[in-house]
């Protein structure tokens, strides 16, 4: 696999993007970008959400604590800003 153009969990390189196939590597750089709708979980993780004009969804990265490694990128059916 061709290395990828920001900081990521081993989680996200092997599991997610199989997972949530989808998802384009630029989607994920928009988001990382606009890094809109923030949230933090209560293990630390943070949550944004991005829309996708494309795909006409939201989507949502997981970011690790740290705010820059993404964890998760998906689409995320329930979200409503």
């Known amino acids: 696999m061709a290395e990828l153009p920001f900081k990521y969990h081993y989680y996200y390189r092997r599991i997610a993007r199989r997972k ?3 998802v384009k590597i630029e989607w994920v ?3 990382l970008e606009e ?5 933090v979980q209560n293990d630390g ?3 944004y959400w991005s829309y996708i004009e494309e795909a006409n969804k939201w989507l949502r990265l997981v970011l690790l604590e740290d705010d820059e490694t993404v964890y998760n990128a998906f689409f995320d059916k329930g ?3």
Request: glycine content about 0%; proline content about 6%; aromatic content about 12%.
């Open 79 to 81: 979200f409503n800003p």
């Open 29 to 31: 750089i928009q988001a």
């Open 45 to 47: 993780r943070i949550r």
């Open 20 to 22: 949530h196939y989808r």
């Open 35 to 39: 890094r809109t709708h923030r949230q």
